[in-house]
């Protein structure tokens, strides 16, 4: 069950102008959460954004005996929430509901786990990573943005065992061009008998193309879709996309918030999702 709690800022990590880290005090949260879960923030003390805004969980903090104390965001300032989330002082206290919807599962060996992250898609893989870790699944990330300056936190995952593929646009690290470059290329060379599963997250169209590649090499993939969220409980209907049942029927309305973030990447219809990007 999700708890409402009076969350104290630990710390504030600036990376970027754009992006940072911000740790919260939140044991009851960090000991439920599940890879790919989020929390609904409460972004100001008053009325301005009144709404919560939606954040996968970063990390799980432990404190040194390994006992969890809190959660961290990797926040991307795009608009007047996250602003004030990317300037809020240790200390402050705010507002935070979670852990929030369905989760990643992750796979065991023999089968491989792929996670592909475009920009700030990176947030639920560190949380995933450590599923995988934990169960001996080998793991690959793909990481895509527009250049070197925006890959951020690489090591955490390093530090996991899991290998890394970054790529960007303008070739300033990695592999040049988007993420699905090195993935096509990662899927293209597979044989089919090794099975593998994808774990997408990022804009819209990339997960789309990601998606379409999957279903292309006949492979799993489940995504994790960043509709714009109202009260991430089911009760405003802000959330809804178009998706097909478990049994490929007819599409309907789904709510995001309780019915995934995670779905799988057939069940949705692409081109009825609106693209923030
Ligand atoms: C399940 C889930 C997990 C998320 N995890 C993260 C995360 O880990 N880190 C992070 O930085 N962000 C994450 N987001 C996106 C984040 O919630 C939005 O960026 C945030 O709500 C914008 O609030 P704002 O007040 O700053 O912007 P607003 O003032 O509300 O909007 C500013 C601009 O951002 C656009 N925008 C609003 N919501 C989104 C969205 N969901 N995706 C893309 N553009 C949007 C608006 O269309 C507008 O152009 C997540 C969203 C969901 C649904
Ligand atoms: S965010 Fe309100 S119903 Fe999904």
């Not at 710390?11 to 790919?36: C, F, K, M, Q, W």
């Not at 996250?82 to 852990?99: F, H, I, Q, Y």
């Not at 530090?159 to 993420?179: I, N």
């Amino acid at each position: 069950m999700p708890v409402d709690i009076d969350a104290a800022v630990i710390a504030n990590r600036r990376l970027s102008a754009d992006y940072n880290v911000l740790s919260l005090a939140a044991p009851e949260i960090a000991a439920t959460a599940r890879p790919g879960q989020f929390v609904m923030i409460k972004t100001s003390g008053g009325q301005d954004p009144l709404l919560r805004r939606p954040f996968s969980i970063f990390e799980v903090l432990r404190d040194d005996s390994g006992a969890p104390i809190g959660v961290s965001i990797f926040n991307k300032r795009v608009g007047a929430g996250t602003t004030l989330l990317s300037r809020v002082e240790a200390g402050t206290r705010l507002a935070l509901l979670g852990p929030l919807g369905r989760p990643f599962e992750p796979v065991d060996p023999p089968a491989e786990a792929w996670m592909v992250a475009g920009g700030v898609g990176l947030a639920p893989f560190v949380t995933l990573a450590e599923a995988l870790a934990s169960r001996g699944t080998r793991a690959t990330l793909f990481y895509g943005a527009r250049r070197a300056e925006e890959l951020y936190c690489v090591e955490l995952f390093d530090a996991l065992g899991v290998s890394v593929v970054l790529s960007t646009e303008d070739g300033s690290a990695g592999v040049r061009g988007r993420v699905t470059v090195p993935l096509s290329a990662a899927l293209e060379q597979r044989p089919l008998g090794n099975p593998v599963k994808l774990y997408v997250c990022g804009p819209t169209p990339m997960m789309h193309a990601c998606a379409q590649l999957a279903n292309a090499h006949g492979r799993a993939c489940d995504v994790s879709l960043e509709q714009v969220m109202g009260c991430g409980l089911g009760g405003c209907y802000s959330c809804v996309v178009q998706a097909r049942g478990a049994d490929a029927g007819k599409p309907h309305h789904t709510r995001t918030c309780i019915d995934g973030p995670v779905f799988d990447a057939r069940r949705i219809v692409w081109e009825t999702i609106a693209a923030h990007h």
